[in-house]
């Protein structure tokens, strides 16, 4: 009600009245030209914040744990010059500027110094375990992926307008279920079943293309379920649009309706959800990889924690952080490329 | 004596090349004891000009002067005579909190006074208000979702009346509302205008509501004022041309559309 | 309040709920107490065994009770759990109340910090914060509980923003009401109830996140222990007593699945839940196609009667008996306040009725094509090409995600199998009908690109496409300006012109409707009321049309009198037998 439409003759075209658009006037917006290319620049802005954020948040790592934490991570009995010899080789007597600058400086040079516990650096540890870590969380990414739209997009359909509302009930409440099963208890059922009672997959290790079955599975399930239920809700809700009632008193074939009119209107708010589970299965791998023993970051960061490794953990915390941030900028990307209409929606 | 006077006031949303100018240098008087009608379309600025008098949204240039205070500005003396101008909503849905009985929504109004009261004589004010709008004060207690859409909207006049304002800003008050249920609220601001001698800036896109209850018009479009003067003269005689599409866009009961010339 | 809130205990969920609710309690409360000797009684000899009547669990390596030990562990568990949820829901309310009184500038950078802390998941938050405090339980409510401070940081800045907004408030500020008063008479009362369901469902995520952390000995350590630590061992013993990791598993889902049901209980989504369908519509699929004469009505129901299931499953008749029928090239009206079913009716001719709807009728045609049953194929295609429909909001009543041109074409070339050029070309010249310009360009863009008026109009070509013999157009102008209403009209006077198409034309403005058709169909709570031709609406008999005529003001209403009023309050029966309207 309250953007003036630009001046035009009272006869001509008429003005736009849409109440999406009246109230408090837009925002400008970072660049002149496009929309999508603002959103862009927008997301990467903020993905080089945060990944300034997480720089200093894990070079702080160190210094925000109370008391000592070479004392801690040497235990009580190593005598006082080790304990010095330590503190020197890892740079923890210098004036803290002049740390963080030796920090970000090895970064660039790929320099994430020396682990305490194995003497080696921490850059290679990461480079030898990270793409085991890659492979089972992409892998089960897809698995859910294309396993929740078709079982989602169906269960709408069939669904709709409360029909079929026993199967519908049953549905969702098998998902609920899958969503609220833990990833580790889900791992060790399958243990259970299929590696101890079947003896169908062995149960650790990776390596071997039947290694990988269940890890794959018990990462993918909860996020798949989750992800189908996001579909379900968003089919039934656009399912629900003036526009599909459109759709309908034009007596279009279900295909035409379903697949042409109603799917890509769930694009932005599925792709929104698939940025959750991405970020989430990445979060997984550390209980998955514990659970099945598998020489990933994930089991890295836990048994760092355990025996105090602070160079080791600042390395596998930054990786992780990295990884969810690549995460978030691949679905914001993609959301501009699928969906320019959610991008402008946001300026 | 209340009078309020918009003197060149402007607005402007956002900075720079996307700034939008939704008030363009409009003057408006709206004389002490009369209804002074504001009609525009989606867009024109209109409903701008009823919250930048009560203070959600700051001018950009220009000033509001009620009996000739600039209300406008950050001052105390500024803000305690913005108080004198009250504003009912639109939306009877939104304008009322749903967790809050009427009545205690009603003693809000009391605020405005500056006075304080005992729970008592608010009490005996709020049945006094709940009576002049016509709605039964034993009701008092009760939450807005057992209320229709009209009667909240006689609601949110009981509240905006319980701060004795000196100017009424009613904006679309009836859009929302059934043709029935308008004609009650629009009766019941008469019947207020002729009992408590109200001045008000009547804010509406239909052009007749506007002529049935206001003295004075003003034609709103484009962040401009138009045209403006008496209701009558404006309506029998438009200089302008947009005041003119407006009045042949109003259908008539019972008379065939003209739709040649849209 | 009360009522609802008994009434919502008393659903089958209700009572699941409360059951759960209650044995998790009384296992916090009792457990240690009644299992706390069964728990830590070690029994040498019947050490690492499987599950069996006398320990459903199994025991451990010192021979204890893995049950009791299940059980006992629920007031660890429980009671970090809440501490926990306790952090993140005070350190958030505290982040959210001090993001809404900062300035503009601040309050976006805090919103912007709690979006990057929102994008990384709790575990690895709480990794991070469990390195700072250490591998212990405390260390360990700390840091579940500094993670989930973002979670609650978003909703209060985003519930607290919401009805900030409002027009209540906005009402309180313009009476002087100060902020701290209208935070608490306002925005407070009415971000509570959200609030404590989202405590609820984050109570669930706080659980599984100390099984989580637990289980990877990061959490509660020995001799304490919590579910997830008695998981991380019997996870050890899997190929001696499954029982011995699927037992915890079992107490932290049930537990989970309590307090997430807890908060879906109470929180207002519920009450949308998807209503039950009525309809079960026979298929004839060897109907012949019915011949149709061009003098027969198009649209023809008689005694239509329509329900919809309400929420308790029970059904509710909308239209009582309606009886009406179109003829070619005719142009109709119907007109009524909300409630009226004047759309309803619409919406059971044009046979688009969800399935939530029950439509009875004598007789229910479009053109010969019975409209109670499941329409064959070819009648499908039929009723796409001779029925076009125009809503009232134009902007969600297109795709947002197709071309305006696909949308047009969709109909010519799906129905009328029209090849693409032939099907572009014309949607140009229906455009150009509407009078829109440019009509080659605009058909390439999306809806949004359209102005409201130019959306509608797009609506009314869009009917253009196939060979229409009925437009329905359900209140069309009621979301436009009345000069651009005008544009509007003058596009559907040209469609039935050019087309010979009759209207049916659903308005709540009897002028309008009395103005643009031939003939006026007055509705009032689902009944016809009366049927007149529209340039004698001065001949209207019905107290109910003649009200309706007068209440509202026109550009010659005497100023000096008041409007008349329908009684509001009685049925239109009673407005029948009533001598007359008050005027």
Same mark, same amino acid.
């Given at each position: 009600m309250t953007i003036p439409p630009a001046p035009t003759p009272i006869t001509a075209a008429p003005t736009p009245s849409t109440p999406a658009t009246a109230g408090r006037g837009e925002r400008p917006r970072l660049l002149g030209g496009s929309p999508r290319l603002a959103f862009v620049l927008r997301r990467l802005l903020r993905a080089a914040v945060s990944l300034a954020i997480v720089l200093v948040a894990s070079f702080f790592l160190v210094h925000l744990v109370p008391g000592d934490p070479v004392r801690a991570a040497l235990g009580p009995t190593v005598s006082?010059?080790?304990?010095?010899?330590?503190?020197?080789?890892?740079?923890?007597?210098?004036?803290?500027?002049?740390?963080?600058?030796?920090?970000?400086?090895?970064?660039?040079?790929?320099?994430?110094?020396?682990?305490?516990?194995?003497?080696?650096?921490?850059?290679?540890?990461?480079?030898?375990?990270l793409p085991t870590t890659?492979?089972?969380?992409?892998?089960?990414?897809?698995?859910?992926?294309?396993?929740?739209?078709?079982?989602?997009?169906?269960?709408?359909?069939?669904?709709?307008?409360?029909?079929?509302?026993?199967?519908?009930?049953?549905?969702?409440?098998?998902?609920?279920?899958?969503?609220?099963i833990p990833n580790f208890l889900l791992a060790v059922l399958l243990i259970s079943i299929f590696s101890v009672g079947l003896q169908a997959f062995p149960p650790a290790g990776w390596g071997q293309p039947s290694q990988v079955v269940l890890p794959v599975i018990a990462l993918a399930i909860g996020p798949l379920a989750y992800l189908a239920r996001i579909v379900h809700v968003e089919m039934l809700r656009v399912?629900?649009?003036?526009?599909?009632?459109?759709?309908?008193?034009?007596?279009?074939?279900?295909?035409?309706?379903?697949?042409?009119?109603?799917?890509?209107?769930?694009?932005?708010?599925?792709?929104?959800?698939?940025?959750?589970?991405?970020?989430?299965?990445?979060?997984?791998?550390?209980?998955?990889?514990?659970?099945?023993?598998?020489?990933?970051?994930?089991?890295?960061?836990?048994?760092?924690?355990?025996?105090?490794?602070?160079?080791?953990?600042?390395?596998?915390?930054?990786?992780?952080?990295v990884l969810v941030l690549v995460a978030n900028l691949v679905i914001d990307l993609a959301l501009a490329v699928l969906d320019p209409r959610s991008t402008i929606a946001e300026a | 004596?209340?009078?309020?006077?918009?003197?060149?006031?402007?607005?402007?949303?956002?900075?720079?090349?996307?700034?939008?100018?939704?008030?363009?240098?409009?003057?408006?008087?709206?004389?002490?004891?009369?209804?002074?009608?504001?009609?525009?379309?989606?867009?024109?600025?209109?409903?701008?000009?009823?919250?930048?008098?009560?203070?959600?949204?700051?001018?950009?240039?220009?000033?509001?002067?009620?009996?000739?205070?600039?209300?406008?500005?950050?001052?105390?003396?500024?803000?305690?005579?913005?108080?004198?101008?009250?504003?009912?909503?639109?939306?009877?849905?939104?304008?009322?909190?749903?967790?809050?009985?009427?009545?205690?929504?009603?003693?809000?109004?009391?605020?405005?006074?500056?006075?304080?009261?005992?729970?008592?004589?608010?009490?005996?004010?709020?049945?006094?208000?709940?009576?002049?709008?016509?709605?039964?004060?034993r009701r008092a207690g009760e939450s807005p979702s057992a209320f229709s859409g009209g009667q909240r909207q006689r609601i949110t006049i009981a509240r905006a009346l319980a701060a004795e304002p000196a100017v009424l800003i009613a904006d679309e008050i009836t859009s929302a509302l059934d043709v029935s249920v308008q004609g009650v609220v629009l009766n019941l601001l008469r019947e207020l205008q002729q009992e408590l001698h109200l001045t008000m800036l009547f804010i509406s896109h239909n052009l007749a509501v506007v002529r049935y209850v206001s003295d004075e018009?003003?034609?709103m479009r484009a962040g401009r004022i138009v045209e403006h003067g008496g209701t009558e003269t404006v309506l029998a005689h438009p200089e302008d041309p947009y005041t003119r599409e407006l009045l042949r866009s109003v259908p008539v009961m019972g008379e065939p559309l003209e739709l040649e010339d849209a | 309040m009360r009522t609802r809130f008994v009434r919502t205990l008393l659903t089958p969920q209700g009572v699941a709920v409360s059951i759960g609710v209650l044995v998790v309690i009384a296992a916090t409360v009792f457990g240690p107490i009644l299992f706390g000797d069964a728990a830590s009684a070690r029994d040498i000899a019947s050490r690492q065994q499987g599950a069996s009547l006398a320990h459903p669990f199994g025991t451990d390596e010192l021979g204890r009770d893995l049950f009791a030990r299940v059980v006992v562990a629920t007031r660890v568990s429980v009671l970090l759990t809440l501490g926990a949820t306790g952090i993140s829901v005070l350190g958030g309310v505290l982040v959210g109340v001090i993001a809404a009184v900062l300035p503009s500038l601040a309050r976006r950078a805090v919103n912007a910090f709690i979006d990057i802390l929102l994008s990384f998941p709790w575990l690895l938050l709480a990794l991070f914060f469990s390195v700072i405090w250490g591998t212990t339980a405390t260390g360990a409510m700390?840091?579940?509980?500094?993670?989930?401070?973002?979670?609650?940081?978003?909703?209060?800045?985003?519930?607290?923003?919401?009805?900030?907004?409002?027009?209540?408030?906005?009402?309180? !500020?313009?009476?002087?009401?100060?902020?701290?008063?209208? +935070?608490?008479?306002?925005?407070?009362?009415?971000?509570?109830?959200?609030?404590?369901?989202?405590? +609820?469902?984050?109570?669930?995520?706080?659980?599984?996140?100390?099984?989580?952390?637990?289980?990877?000995?990061?959490?509660?350590q020995a001799p304490e222990y919590d579910w997830g630590r008695l998981l991380n061992e019997g996870s050890r013993r899997i190929y001696v007593d499954p029982m011995a990791a699927i037992g915890p598993g079992i107490a932290i889902v049930l537990t989970g699945v309590v307090f997430s049901l807890l908060g879906e209980l109470f929180s207002e989504r519920r009450r949308n839940a998807p209503l039950r369908a009525v309809r079960r519509r026979t298929r004839a699929e060897t109907r012949a196609i019915p011949v149709?004469?061009?003098?027969?009505?198009?649209?023809?129901?008689?005694?239509?009667?329509?329900?919809?299931?309400?929420?308790?499953?029970?059904?509710?008749? !909308?239209?009582?008996?309606?009886?009406?029928?179109?003829?070619?090239?005719?142009?109709?009206?119907?007109?009524?306040?909300?409630?009226?079913g004047k759309s309803v009716t619409a919406m059971a001719i044009a046979g688009l009725l969800g399935p939530d709807s029950l439509v009875e009728s004598d007789e229910l045609r479009f053109r010969g094509i019975d409209m109670t049953v499941e329409p064959t194929a070819a009648e499908r295609r039929r009723l796409g090409l001779e029925q076009a429909m125009i809503f009232q909001d134009p902007l969600s009543s297109l795709n947002p995600s197709l071309s305006v041109g696909r949308q047009l074409r969709e109909v010519s070339e799906i129905h009328g199998r029209v090849p693409r050029p032939a099907a572009l070309k014309r949607a140009v010249d229906a455009l150009n009908l509407v009078r829109i310009p440019d009509p080659e360009r605009r058909l390439g863009q999306l809806p949004h690109e359209f102005s409201g008026g130019m959306r509608q109009r797009a609506m009314i070509a869009m009917g253009l496409m196939g060979s229409p013999r009925l437009i329905i157009a359900d209140e069309p102008t009621t979301a436009l300006d009345v000069t651009v209403q005008r544009q509007v009209l003058r596009a559907l006077r040209d469609a039935q012109r050019s087309t010979g198409a009759a209207i049916l034309l659903i308005s709540h403005d009897i002028a309008l409707v009395s103005g643009f058709c031939d003939r006026v169909i007055v509705m009032r709570d689902g009944r016809i009321v009366e049927e007149l031709a529209a340039d004698r609406l001065e001949d209207a008999r019905h107290p109910y049309t003649r009200g309706l005529i007068a209440c509202v003001p026109d550009m010659a209403t005497n100023r000096a009198l008041p409007l008349p009023v329908i009684p509001t309050d009685t049925a239109a029966t009673a407005v029948a037998e009533s001598p007359e309207v008050r005027t």
């Open positions: 006082p010059e080790a304990v010095e010899a330590l503190r020197r080789s890892l740079g923890l007597d210098l004036p803290l500027g002049q740390q963080f600058a030796n920090y970000v400086g090895g970064l660039f040079t790929g320099d994430l110094g020396v682990s305490v516990s194995s003497q080696r650096p921490v850059a290679a540890t990461l480079a030898e375990r890659l492979m089972l969380s992409v892998l089960s990414f897809l698995i859910a992926a294309v396993g929740a739209f078709p079982i989602g997009v169906a269960t709408a359909v069939s669904a709709r307008g409360g029909r079929r509302r026993a199967v519908d009930l049953g549905v969702s409440g098998f998902l609920g279920i899958l969503i609220a399912l629900d649009e003036p526009y599909i009632t459109t759709a309908r008193s034009k007596r279009l074939p279900g295909r035409v309706l379903y697949l042409r009119h109603a799917l890509p209107n769930i694009v932005a708010a599925s792709l929104t959800a698939g940025g959750v589970v991405l970020v989430g299965l990445v979060a997984g791998t550390v209980l998955i990889e514990t659970v099945f023993v598998i020489p990933g970051i994930g089991s890295t960061i836990v048994s760092s924690i355990t025996t105090k490794d602070y160079p080791l953990i600042q390395g596998v915390v930054l990786v992780y952080a | 004596m209340s009078e309020l006077e918009f003197r060149a006031v402007s607005v402007r949303y956002g900075h720079g090349r996307a700034a939008q100018l939704a008030v363009d240098a409009a003057d408006l008087v709206v004389r002490d004891g009369t209804t002074h009608g504001l009609v525009g379309e989606s867009g024109s600025g209109k409903s701008t000009m009823a919250r930048i008098a009560v203070g959600l949204t700051p001018v950009s240039g220009g000033s509001i002067l009620l009996d000739g205070v600039d209300i406008t500005d950050r001052a105390p003396a500024s803000r305690l005579a913005r108080r004198r101008v009250q504003m009912v909503f639109q939306d009877p849905f939104s304008a009322l909190d749903p967790r809050m009985p009427i009545g205690s929504s009603i003693a809000e109004g009391l605020l405005a006074t500056g006075r304080r009261s005992s729970r008592l004589d608010r009490e005996a004010r709020v049945h006094e208000l709940l009576d002049r709008v016509h709605i039964d004060p018009v003003s034609v | 700390l840091a579940v509980g500094f993670a989930g401070i973002p979670v609650f940081g978003r909703l209060v800045s985003t519930l607290a923003s919401s009805v900030a907004g409002s027009d209540f408030v906005h009402a309180a !500020r313009i009476l002087g009401s100060g902020p701290l008063r209208t +935070a608490t008479r306002h925005v407070l009362p009415n971000i509570l109830p959200p609030l404590l369901v989202n405590m +609820a469902v984050h109570a669930s995520v706080t659980l599984l996140s100390f099984a989580a952390l637990s289980f990877l000995g990061l959490g509660v149709v004469s061009d003098t027969e009505p198009v649209a023809r129901a008689s005694d239509l009667r329509v329900s919809f299931r309400t929420e308790d499953g029970g059904l509710v008749e !909308r239209v009582h008996g309606v009886t009406l029928s179109i003829d070619p090239g005719e142009v109709v009206g119907i007109v009524g306040e909300s409630g009226s």
